[in-house]
């Protein structure tokens, strides 16, 4: 799958997040597509990252993008199923950009349906893996479409997982939200809700957005 601003949005929302945080040593990102989110974070964060994929194509994508960047040695990428994947290790953060269109329409494109819909992974059977990974202070984090998140919260708090971030993403200010960033712990506390719009009224980007994403960015 090509890479989206939403995705690159994500990451550099969860590295500005990472940066203080000296607790968090080891990550794992689950579903690494080209290896983006992974080579965002390795660039605001010590920890060590792994990053699991099933598709064996986009495995091998990640996998060469990954050892032909700067920060190869703090990555190890598996060709696996989350929900068979085994570690000898707990996460301190897990973030994830999961299969979006659960119960939408799918196209003929099966590697598409795998990537976009649930035909891989529910957010149920996603949530069950992020329990069975995360430390016990440990923090997870998901990129998703704004009309599933509140059902994404429901099936979290079922595990016992309480929001305690959410960012809502808006194209422009004449468009509805189109997607959340959800950030989950197991320590209850007071949700935070913000906004974040891509682009202005005359189609540039806002310096929110430009702040976010200026190191990641050639051109901005």
């Given at each position: 799958?090509?890479?989206?601003?939403?995705?690159?949005?994500?990451?550099?929302?969860?590295?500005?997040?990472l940066q203080?945080?000296?607790?968090?040593?080891?990550?794992?990102?689950?579903?690494?597509?080209?290896?983006?989110?992974?080579?965002?974070?390795?660039?605001?964060?010590?920890?060590?990252?792994?990053?699991?994929?099933?598709?064996?194509?986009?495995?091998?994508?990640?996998?060469?993008?990954?050892?032909?960047?700067?920060?190869?040695?703090?990555?190890?990428?598996?060709?696996?199923?989350?929900?068979?994947?085994?570690?000898?290790?707990?996460?301190?953060?897990?973030?994830?950009?999961?299969?979006?269109?659960?119960?939408?329409?799918?196209?003929?494109?099966?590697?598409?349906?795998?990537?976009?819909?649930?035909?891989?992974?529910?957010?149920?059977?996603l949530i069950?893996?992020?329990?069975?990974?995360?430390?016990?202070?440990?923090?997870?984090?998901?990129?998703?479409?704004?009309?599933r998140s509140?059902?994404?919260?429901?099936?979290?708090?079922?595990?016992?997982?309480?929001?305690?971030?959410?960012?809502?993403?808006?194209?422009?200010?004449?468009?509805?939200?189109?997607?959340?960033?959800?950030?989950?712990?197991?320590?209850?506390?007071?949700?935070?809700?913000?906004?974040?719009?891509?682009?202005?009224?005359?189609?540039?980007?806002?310096?929110?957005?430009?702040?976010?994403?200026?190191?990641?960015?050639?051109?901005?």
């Open positions: 799958m090509k890479v989206c601003t939403d995705a690159c949005l994500f990451g550099a929302y969860i590295a500005n997040k203080p945080l000296s607790a968090v040593k080891n990550i794992l990102d689950i579903g690494s597509g080209t290896g983006l989110l992974p080579l965002m974070l390795a660039q605001k964060t010590t920890a060590a990252i792994d990053t699991v994929e099933i598709d064996l194509a986009a495995f091998e994508q990640a996998k060469e993008n990954i050892a032909r960047s700067l920060y190869s040695s703090k990555i190890e990428i598996f060709n696996a199923d989350i929900l068979q994947f085994i570690s000898n290790k707990k996460y301190d953060c897990i973030i994830s950009n999961p299969p979006f269109f659960e119960a939408d329409l799918r196209s003929g494109d099966e590697k598409k349906n795998a990537a976009k819909h649930d035909t891989s992974l529910t957010y149920t059977a069950n893996a992020v329990d069975k990974n995360l430390t016990a202070d440990g923090f997870f984090s998901v990129l998703l479409p704004y009309h509140n059902y994404f919260e429901e099936e979290a708090a079922k595990l016992n997982f309480c929001l305690t971030q959410k960012l809502l993403v808006k194209q422009t200010p004449k468009h509805h939200y189109f997607r959340a960033i959800l950030i989950f712990s197991r320590n209850k506390a007071t949700a935070n809700q913000s906004e974040l719009i891509i682009k202005n009224e005359e189609g540039n980007y806002t310096d929110e957005f430009t702040n976010l994403l200026k190191d990641y960015y050639l051109y901005l």
